[in-house]
């Protein structure tokens, strides 16, 4: 049988026929290559475990059975998630292949005809995007010059979009605040759909807000690791209450935690004394950042409760920064572009003290 080919022009005609017009007009989410550079584009853990940690890790691995399929619903792995969360018997966990796949599996479950989705913005550029994959309507409500909740603007548009859901960043990415209880309680009472609480940078910051499950029915809970040391993993977390997260969870393909990721989760969560301490070495290089920025010709820098800091270069400069800084060998994240309150805005992820020697070294070599 001779094979099938279609030239360029045909298989141009075949795309535009099957593909759907609004994914052909868009583009992949952006991954630029940090090969040979000093990464400090996406809010990773710097540090490696101890030796003796990965030597007992890796013994761990060696038990795991790659033949066969995971645990379909991963019970040993949420035992230890509920532990190490405080979570109670009455709410209940789903997990997803990273934050990532939970949120889409949300907006799926409530997918339908004129339904909103709903976000503070500035915020994590996943939550619009998913919207658009799957046909719901995303609604943004600029946060105001502070990057604080514009509430009468932020209500009003609740009160007229009637979202089927509201993601709340806490702390948010990429400014780095909090908005406080008071703020999130008026939020959640107006929402007329499900609300999530997005705590991704929850390990960086004293806030915690799990205890809100016991006040309102149609709030959840997501966390991951990744923030920790596990960005490899790929592990989201969900909570809340079993009736909701039945819902979500038929739509969650089978066998999305694999082997590898329950055992090393399992792990990790088993040794989190050494995540924790990691944790804290990075808020404590976090806070002598933030002081040391300020000796720079910066326009501003924000204060952070996660672990990276929001930096504002000379008017029109944030390119050319980013670019020198690539120069210098350090890759970190330029905002300017993607969203106006984010004009000139660098995002700089907290590191090794070397490391952040590195951007400061770099940084004072950008021009004023």
């Known amino acids: 049988m001779t094979a099938h080919r279609l030239d360029s022009d045909q298989l141009e005609r075949q795309i535009e026929r099957w593909i759907r017009p609004d994914i052909q007009r868009q583009k992949a989410y952006p991954v630029p290559s940090a090969a040979g550079l000093i990464k400090l584009d996406a809010m990773e853990n710097p540090y490696i475990w101890p030796e003796d940690m990965r030597l007992a890790w890796a013994d761990t691995l060696r038990e795991v059975a790659l033949n066969r399929y995971p645990s379909a619903a991963a019970d040993e792995l949420k035992a230890d998630l509920r532990a190490r969360f405080g979570l109670r018997a009455e709410y209940d966990l789903l997990l997803g292949n990273g934050s990532d796949e939970i949120i889409q599996l949300i907006m799926m479950a409530v997918s339908g005809p004129d339904r909103v989705v709903m976000a503070p913005q500035p915020g994590f550029v996943m939550f619009r995007m998913i919207a658009g994959f799957l046909h719901l309507d995303f609604v943004g409500v600029d946060l105001d010059a502070n990057f604080e909740l514009d509430m009468p603007k932020l209500l009003q548009t609740i009160e007229a979009e009637q979202p089927a859901v509201i993601f709340l960043a806490q702390p948010n990415n990429p400014t780095g605040n909090l908005w406080g209880t008071e703020q999130l309680r008026r939020v959640i009472e107006a929402a007329p759909g499900l609300v999530v609480i997005d705590e991704a940078y929850t390990a960086f910051t004293e806030a915690d807000y799990l205890y809100l499950l016991d006040d309102y029915e149609h709030l959840l809970i997501m966390r991951t690791l990744s923030k920790v040391g596990l960005a490899g993993l790929r592990l989201g977390v969900l909570m809340g ?128």
Do not use: M
Request: charged letters at 25%; aromatic letters at 8%; proline letters at 6%.
């Open 241 to 368: 209450r079993p009736a909701w997260l039945e819902q979500i969870d038929k739509l969650r393909l089978p066998y999305n935690i694999n082997v590898l990721t329950q055992a090393s989760a399992r792990f990790a969560l088993d040794h989190y004394d050494v995540l924790a301490e990691q944790t804290a070495r990075i808020c404590s290089e976090r806070e002598r950042l933030y002081k040391a920025l300020q000796a720079l010709p910066l326009e501003k820098v924000w204060p952070s409760e996660a672990n990276f800091l929001l930096v504002r270069t000379p008017e029109g400069r944030a390119r050319a920064w980013f670019d020198q800084c690539r120069a210098e060998g350090v890759l970190v994240k330029c905002l300017d572009g993607s969203h106006p309150l984010l004009r000139d805005c660098l995002r700089l992820t907290v590191g090794t003290p070397e490391e952040n020697a590195a951007l400061l070294a770099a940084l004072s070599t950008c021009p004023a």
